[in-house]
Each structure stands twice: as C-alpha cells, then as structure tokens.
C-alpha cells in the first residue's frame, strides 16, 4: 500500500509478522480502520489476538513489518491509544472518579492540572453519566459489581480523548446477562461519541 493510502487510515497494519523464540505468532498481518469504525478480531484462544493488540498499543514491536497510526510509526505506548482489558484496570485504593481522573492527573503538567481540574472533573463525571455511573462516584472498586468496575475502566479510556480504543476481550470476566448489557452499551457509546473501537 502507498504511504499516501497508509496516511488515509487511522490504523494501518502492514506485512505484519511476530515472532517469540522462533514461534511464529503472527503471519503477514494486513489490515487497516478508518476513523469511527468498529472493527472485531475473532478467533480461538492463543491465536495471536493479544499479541496483536499489543503490537498496536506499542507495548511490543513486530519482527518485521509497520503498524502504523494516521500514517506515523505506533512506536510506544501512549494517550492516542487507550485499552481496557478483560479484567479492569482499576486501583482498589481510589474511588471511581479518582479512577477515571487518574490519566488526566498524571499527564498534565502540575500547574495546567490545577487550571483545568474543575473542566476535567466535569468532563469526568458526564462520562460516569454516560456509562450510569453518575450516583457511583464515590465508592471505590470493591463495592462495584463486575460490569460496575468494566464501565469505569471504559470511562478512564474515555477521557483520555483517544484516536482508537482497544479491547481486549473486555466482558469476557463477565456473566452472560451482564455481557449482553455491556455489549449493548459499549455500541450505543461508540455511536453516540464518533469514536474507533478495535
């Protein structure tokens, strides 16, 4: 693919191969997600969908091959990509708007932060509101049922403001009922907010 198409794509995964000890994981990956879209990988347990995800969180680098975001190298980690993972990345010792404040604090400057906290706490609680965690921002992980806590972590992801959301296997911990809810939920925020869940 040209760098011009490359650069039209939001993600872009290209010739893409991975390798641990001389397993090969992954086997000329190519693909690529255009802004807003909702894109699913499927496939059975140790096939390489974490590994994956991985690659395009910037946590590894592929053997060989380019993953690409809006045209740049993904290189490492960063807030233009959030994840929520199949067990919730909360910390037990904050309370639910702590937990989704957290990203903000910890990547703006000390003075903005102190400027710009009332507009991010606001930003923070219609979040909450949006995942019906408005009346919950003050308990803390353990008080929250199992799709509770999977919502808050959505909403910590969400307020990074990021290019692409990756999920991996994010209600998989849960029961069957409370996974078609947050199925539910998860596809009225990604209409309601324009945003690119992979």
């Known amino acids: 693919m040209t760098e011009n198409k490359a650069a039209d794509k939001l993600l872009h995964v290209e010739d893409v191969y991975k390798e641990y000890d001389q397993k090969l994981v992954l086997d000329d990956i190519d693909f690529s997600v255009r802004e807003g879209e909702f894109c699913c990988v499927v496939g059975p347990s140790g096939c390489g969908k974490s590994t994956l995800l991985r690659l395009i969180l910037g946590q590894e680098k592929p053997t060989s091959g380019r993953v690409l975001i809006e045209g740049k190298e993904a290189g490492l980690p960063s807030p233009d990509r959030g994840i929520v993972y199949q067990r919730y990345s909360l910390f037990a010792h904050l309370s639910v708007i702590e937990n989704v404040l957290l990203g903000k604090r910890l990547t703006l400057p000390y003075f903005e932060w ?78 309601a907010l324009g945003m690119t869940i992979f």
């Open 114 to 191: 102190r400027r710009k906290r009332a507009e991010v706490m606001e930003e923070a609680v219609k979040l909450l509101g949006r995942v019906r965690l408005e009346k919950d921002l003050h308990k803390y992980p353990h008080q929250l049922s199992g799709g509770m806590q999977q919502r808050v972590a959505i909403a910590q992801a969400l307020i990074m403001r990021p290019k692409v959301i990756l999920m991996d296997e994010p209600f998989g911990a849960l029961d069957p009922g409370t996974r078609e809810g947050m199925q539910a939920h998860m596809l009225e925020t990604w209409e």
